[in-house]
């Protein structure tokens, strides 16, 4: 059906309800994440995290092979980062750390990664290293004590 200029009909797609509807459309974005410190009792938040994950449903939905090729990305950031004793990080550590949140919410498509990474908050903690060498040598520290709780954990 051709749109009819002079009786002001509808064009293509645009019947009543038809599939080019978009009244239902919102433009709702999602609010920024907001940095955050890691507290200094990072062994009891991630035993707290994986505990409330393992309660919610009886089991931890998500895999220990997911929760380590995260840990093996912030594995590598850390091994470049510990030896050294200046306060900032590399520059080549910041461009990771980017790239590992943009990893971190690409894997959060599945629903039990994005509650693993909401919960544990990790996106807001990465964000709250900043240039800080000590924030992301304590980071590197919580993920491993993610894993090791996990494991501990885990049926599987």
Do not use: W
């Not at 709702?28 to 449903?57: C, M």
């Not at 306060?87 to 039990?112: C, F, N, P, T």
């Amino acid at each position: 059906m051709a749109y009819d200029y002079q009786r002001g009909g509808r064009g293509y797609g645009q019947q009543a309800g038809g599939y080019n509807n978009r009244a239902n459309v919102t433009n709702d974005q999602p609010e920024p994440v907001k940095p955050k410190k890691l507290p200094v009792n990072y062994v009891d938040e991630a035993e707290r995290v994986i505990g409330e994950l393992k309660a919610k449903s009886g089991r931890l939905e998500i895999t220990t092979s997911k929760i380590r090729a995260i840990h093996a990305l912030v594995a590598d950031i850390y091994n470049a980062e510990n030896p050294r004793s200046e306060a900032e990080l590399l520059e080549e550590s910041q461009l990771k750390l980017m790239r590992l949140r943009v990893r971190i919410i690409y894997d959060g498509r599945e629903k039990a990664v994005r509650e693993f990474v909401e919960k544990a908050q990790l996106l807001e903690y990465i964000k709250g290293i900043g240039k800080s060498r000590a924030e992301m040598i304590q980071f590197a520290h919580y993920m491993e004590a993610l894993v090791a709780y996990h494991c501990y954990y885990s049926d599987r």
